[in-house]
């Protein structure tokens, strides 16, 4: 037995689910009309709702104690003190310290640095080899070097300014770099390649083929006018031929999904300006100092993380929805996916043994009221148990806009109340709807650069939490090499250098000479 499943708290808990599992939200609610304002709290300018879960003051009670039991308050502790807790490869863990007031001498430096370029192209006066002004920042990365900065920009979008215009790439299919480029000129393009260690083979794919795209209309000598790096291989960046003043660097104490705050974040900052992203830094910093200091029985990370293991190590459920009624959060789902996934999705511990236990469950998710008309249809009547989060923006951008956005609001809250409540229809069973669906409710006062960041920080710290619920390495992500080495050498192979040997399976060696094929005219 495991030393999670072997704690005081874990039996406790499996006996309190043996008692819960079949209780109903509409009778605690029935039980305790006080229910919604004891389960609620507002931390860092977010208000967040859980009062339709499957719980009670004991179950809250004993999910404390086991964060307690797995001495959550001294792995808070060892990360911000720069302790090397990403074990496998001896690192630090300080993604914090990027937003902190006042932030390291190197992460200052870098900042303004940062600040400095960003002006000098929002203002139009970074110029080309021609002496035109760039008017469009392309940033190629992939993972944490786009989807973090991705899904920022889309929020924030009103913060953009006209010029220059921004745009991600991350996918090495050739089309999504070829999409962008329609419409740009070489001549007012900049590049910026974000790779941690300039060896990203996707990013550097992509980076060639802008370079090439560029050698089209601009002269060799010249075409580090059109780019910019931000990473740790200061070196590899240089080499392709990026003047050092434009090489912003990364640490290797910041991991990729974490990196939305150093200078990963270029690209954002030269979209919204310097001044909303320190809003967005300073947001990040107040939900930091929540989660430090509040105790886990009203700290929001460590709920939301609690409550993700009840139901994914109690109840079985496989995966969690996470609904934004917000069109411009539609990216939001996607960034946490890499978030959460990517850091907790692990079966075995800090010490290499394999959990007798379930680790980090599938997330996914759309924005509402979209999926009301997908999916929702599975989460009322389906067979399967789908813990959710709906998050809300309270007031709209625009207040021309109040009528379509208490719309909007009214279907994120009905909702959230028929998948708790249910309603019972036993002569027709096709109109019977279980409920006893749990999900949080997290409203953002305004959608804008302070709320994204506690709201982006919130779930970093969940994604901590419940790595030191279940002993696992949330700061690693080994699982993407093995794909990585197949495909290096399954290249050459498809382009008819070397054959594919014995040591690939039937099934791969097929599809290799199928692909190899021309297709019939």
């Known amino acids: 037995m495991s030393s999670l499943t072997g704690t005081e708290a874990w039996r406790r808990l499996s006996a309190h689910h043996a008692q819960m599992r079949n209780v109903h939200m509409r009778d605690l609610f029935a039980r305790d009309p006080q229910r919604g304002a004891r389960y609620s709290l507002e931390a860092a300018g977010l208000f967040l709702d859980y009062a339709k879960h499957r719980i009670t003051d004991e179950t809250l009670a004993l999910l404390c104690a086991l ?310 249809q599975l989460l009322h009547q389906g067979t399967r148990l789908v813990p959710a989060d709906f998050i809300l923006v309270r007031t709209p951008t625009d207040a021309r806009d109040a009528e379509a956005h208490r719309m909007l609001l009214a279907n994120a809250l009905a909702q959230s109340a028929a998948l708790m409540r249910g309603q019972d229809d036993f002569a027709e069973p096709h109109r019977h709807y279980p409920g006893n669906q749990p999900s949080s409710t997290i409203v953002l006062p305004r959608l804008d650069p302070r709320s994204l960041g506690a709201l982006v920080a919130l779930y970093e710290h969940k994604v901590f939490v419940q790595g030191v619920i279940w002993g696992v390495n949330s700061f690693d992500q080994w699982g993407v090499e093995l794909g990585k080495r197949i495909a290096q050498s399954l290249t050459p192979m498809l382009a008819g250098i070397s054959a594919p040997g014995e040591e690939l399976d039937s099934s791969t060696r097929a599809l290799i000479r199928r692909l190899q094929q021309r297709p019939p005219e």
Request: with cysteine; proline share 5%; hydrophobic share 45%.
């Open 67 to 376: 964060a307690r039991e797995r001495e959550l308050g001294r792995w808070i502790e060892r990360m911000y003190a720069g302790e090397p807790i990403n074990n496998s490869e001896r690192r630090a863990v300080l993604h914090v310290a990027l937003r902190a007031d006042p932030p390291p001498r190197e992460v200052g430096e870098t900042l303004a640095r940062m600040r400095a370029f960003a002006e000098g192209l929002r203002r139009g006066e970074t110029r080309g080899a021609t002496g035109e002004a760039i008017s469009d920042v392309v940033n190629l990365g992939i993972g944490g070097s786009d989807l973090g900065p991705r899904m920022a920009a889309r929020a924030l979008r009103r913060y953009c300014g006209q010029r220059p215009r921004v745009h991600f790439v991350a996918n090495v299919d050739p089309e999504d770099l070829n999409a962008v480029l329609e419409g740009l000129r070489p001549e007012s393009t900049l590049f910026i390649v974000a790779s941690k260690t300039f060896t990203t083979a996707e990013t550097l794919m992509n980076a060639r083929r802008a370079r090439a795209w560029l050698a089209s209309r601009i002269a060799e000598a010249d075409l580090g006018k059109h780019f910019a790096a931000v990473s740790t291989n200061l070196a590899a960046a240089g080499q392709f031929g990026i003047a050092p003043e434009r090489i912003f660097p990364m640490w290797d104490w910041v991991g990729g999904r974490f990196s939305l705050w150093s200078a990963v974040g270029l690209a954002l900052m030269i979209a919204i300006g310097p001044e909303a992203f320190d809003e967005l830094l300073a947001g990040a910093r107040a939900m930091d100092e929540h989660f430090r200091a509040a105790p886990p029985e009203a700290n929001m990370p460590v709920l939301l993380a609690l409550l993700g293991v009840w139901y994914t190590n109690f109840f079985g459920a496989h995966t969690h929805a996470v609904l934004p009624y917000a069109e411009d959060l539609q990216l939001f789902p996607n960034h946490l996916q890499q978030l959460e996934m990517e850091s907790n999705g692990k079966r075995v511990d800090r010490e290499g043994a394999a959990v007798d236990y379930q680790t980090g469950p599938i997330l996914w998710g759309s924005v509402g009221t979209n999926g009301q008309h997908a999916f929702h």
